[in-house]
């Protein structure tokens, strides 16, 4: 019953900034939480940002750089990256989750930082 769409990825330099957009279409039963995830080659998909239950958390590699910013009103989800490094390299997804524990992924989007 949702679908969710990213945008914003691109090939930047060291120290410059992008911002992820996630927007979702449909319905949901009841949304818990949104966040983003990334994915790098020959390794597992890690938590970036996520919001919900009335707090973001954030992985400890990216804290202080990324912001995580959600819209129940308009169903998006953003994730304002700053000062990006190479090791943000990665394919990111947003998700969504409902408090009947259905996830829903969108396709993924490409961030490549270069040094």
């Known amino acids: 019953q949702l679908q969710l769409t990213e945008s914003g990825g691109g090939s930047v330099l060291a120290g410059e900034s992008l911002t992820l957009s996630c927007a979702a279409s449909g319905t949901a039963f009841g949304i818990n939480s949104m966040g983003w995830f990334r994915q790098s080659p020959g390794k597992t998909r890690e938590m970036v940002a996520m919001?919900?239950?009335?707090?973001?958390r954030y992985a400890n590699s990216v804290k202080g750089r990324f912001t995580i910013t959600r819209s129940l009103e308009t169903m998006t989800v953003d994730l304002q990256m700053n000062n990006l490094k190479p090791e943000d390299t990665a394919v990111y997804y947003c998700?969504?989750?409902?408090?009947?524990?259905?996830?829903?992924w969108g396709p993924g989007t490409q961030v490549t930082v270069s040094a």
């Open positions: 998700k969504f989750s409902t408090l009947n524990a259905e996830d829903t």
């Open positions: 919001v919900g239950g009335g707090a973001a």
